[in-house]
């Protein structure tokens, strides 16, 4: 019996893994592929990553996605950061309001907040475009950097930066030497979040943008109508820098690890 | 003290106006009437008694719950087995499970999209297989099944991790008192671990239910021009149409119907834990 219900899991396990991945080893492999279509392999080539090269907008597409994604991080790191440490010394009626509004676009369909924000952009004049995207993008994934930061200043005490500037640190140094390391977890993962989230997006850009900018995923829904192998090339390469943030992001904490221990031991050596 | 409390005004500041106020010009909008400036407005209830007598929008809201419903059922029913496997494993291999599940959400959910179509697409590795399986001749792509299939997609790593989540919280020595009470393996699941797991559910419920009624780029790639759902009548209205009151009292109406649906699936829960209690 029980071992029965090992297999059942183990083969749904082995299915949703399948089921999930099949389409990224399927936009993979088709990318490769030396004819146009979509269902049969001819033979390998390289082909559409000429082309996908040669075609400016889709670079432009790529740049554009790209730049927006580190400008949103960063910004909406440092400015979730410094919200979330600010809100948790402020008064219990302002954090509540503040935590009501920032959930409007985690609990609210994307659409609707992309209509907002559109609508917010038209009713003030500012062209849509590049600009727009980008302030759009700080705006929706900030809220998620300040829910990531806020329970690990949560679980600080509450008298630490009040120390730090007892023992001579100014509110400056308080806040960066003492309170930042102590909630770096917190703004890591925060900023991870908020990367990936410029990065796939689509709903909000698509309503945001204008003249012509376009980021990835807009250029895959607006091409998609036509049998297009260079979007399998394009996406190839989104898997790529993914698959490449990922392994970065999971092994620097071990290499980072080691290399503290590697120093613990010198300095044990040269005590000795 | 207080001058930490002053760093979070920048950002009170900047979420009235790019969090609050675009829901507050989504709502105005969708109370007047067209081709207004700010200074030059009508009021008017028109938007939203167009959308309610008018049958081709009704059904098209219609659709879309029926096909978030199904989505969602589908889900649990895919998730459960999975999660209860994931949660069923050392912390070691439960980690690497669940980032197994997760990195394929970290990618672009268009690219995604994008790629169903030439798996579900004439002649495509599901058609072949299909037919392999006897079943000549079975069109897919831009049916229902494929926006079903894209959305379950989609949506389904959310359930499982909701419910991977909940079930890990769950303290297992009840699982021991349990059967040393006399419960069989099906009695302990039924009236333990599934119980206890429902808080992971509800949480998965609204991840994948709200997004799958306002999606609007599934129904459009996997579903081609016939199968519009509520978020393609919005995204027309914006985009192709020009209408923005109208485009606005439609999402006033999806937000309501969310906000309203969340609300009955949360009192059921806890009505469901209190039961239990």
Redesign the interface.
């Known amino acids: 019996m029980k071992k029965n219900k090992r297999i059942i899991g183990k083969l749904s396990m082995l299915l949703a893994v399948i089921f999930f991945y099949l389409p990224i080893v399927y936009v993979v492999v088709f990318s490769f592929n030396s004819s146009k279509s979509l269902t049969v392999l001819k033979g390998f080539s390289l082909q559409w990553y000429e082309k996908m090269f040669r075609d400016t907008q889709m670079m432009q597409s790529l740049s554009t996605t790209i730049v927006v994604a580190i400008i949103a991080t960063v910004v909406s790191t440092i400015a979730g950061t410094l919200a979330a440490v600010g809100l948790s010394k402020s008064k219990k009626i302002v954090r509540r309001l503040v935590s009501q509004i920032n959930d409007f676009p985690i609990m609210n369909p994307e659409i609707v907040t992309a209509i907002g924000l559109m609508l917010l952009f038209i009713t003030f004049g500012i062209e849509r475009g590049l600009l727009t995207m980008i302030l759009a993008h700080i705006a929706f994934c900030t809220p998620y950097v300040i829910l990531s930061v806020m329970p690990k200043i949560r679980s600080l005490d509450p008298n630490l930066a009040d120390a730090a500037m007892d023992l001579g640190a100014t509110p400056s140094q308080a806040l960066l030497k003492v309170i930042v390391p102590q909630i770096s977890p917190g703004i890591f993962s925060g900023a991870l979040i908020a990367f990936t989230m410029s990065f796939d997006d689509f709903i909000i850009s698509y309503f945001v943008t204008g003249r012509g900018v376009k980021n990835l995923s807009i250029m895959v829904y607006t091409m998609s109508k036509r049998v297009n192998p260079s979007i399998n090339a394009v996406s190839t390469l989104v898997v790529g820098i993914i698959t490449a943030v990922l392994i970065v992001i999971n092994v620097l904490p071990i290499i980072s690890e080691q290399l503290r221990k590697r120093k613990a031991r010198a300095i044990e050596d040269t005590e000795k | ?12 500041v ?3 106006l ?6 507050i ?2 709502f105005f ?1 969708s109370i007047t009437t067209g081709g207004n400036g ?1 200074i030059s407005f009508e009021f008017t209830l028109k938007n939203y008694i167009k959308f309610f007598t008018d049958p081709d929008f009704v059904i098209v809201l219609w659709r879309s719950v029926k096909i978030a419903v199904k989505t969602t059922i589908i889900c649990i029913l ?1 998730a459960y ?2 999660a ?3 949660a ?1 494993n050392n912390d070691r291999v439960r980690n690497m ?1 669940v980032f ?2 997760t ?2 959400t ?14 579900l ?5 599901v058609s072949k297989l299909l037919k392999l399986l006897g079943f000549a001749h079975t069109e897919l792509l831009y049916t229902e099944s494929a926006v079903l299939i894209g959305m379950v ?1 989609n949506f ?2 959310f359930m ?1 991790l909701q419910i991977v989540s909940s079930l890990c919280k769950m303290d297992r020595s009840l699982l021991d008192a349990s059967s040393d009470l006399g419960a069989n ?1 099906v009695q302990t699941f039924l009236r333990v671990t599934f119980p206890l797991s429902l808080p992971g559910v509800v949480s998965g419920i609204s991840l994948v239910f ?2 799958a ?2 999606s ?2 599934i129904p ?2 996997l579903g081609g021009g016939q199968y519009f759902l509520i ?1 393609n009548v ?2 027309n209205q ?2 192709t149409v020009g209408e ?1 009151n109208f ?2 009292a439609i ?1 006033v109406i ?2 309501i119907l ?1 906000m309203l649906s ?1 609300y009955c699936v949360r009192r059921l829960e806890s009505k469901n834990s209190q039961e239990s209690d």
């Open positions: 003290m207080k001058r930490f409390s002053q760093l979070a005004f920048p950002y009170i900047w979420s009235i790019l969090l609050l106020l675009p829901m010009i989504v909008y700010i895919l087995p999975v209860y496997f994931i069923g499970l197994a599940i990195i394929p970290w990618i672009n959910m268009l690219v995604r999209t994008y790629a169903w179509i030439g798996i697409t004439e002649g495509g590795i997609y389904l790593p499982i393996g709200l997004p009624v306002s609007f780029f459009k790639l978020g919005i995204e914006f985009i923005w485009g606005s999402s999806m937000a969310m969340m």
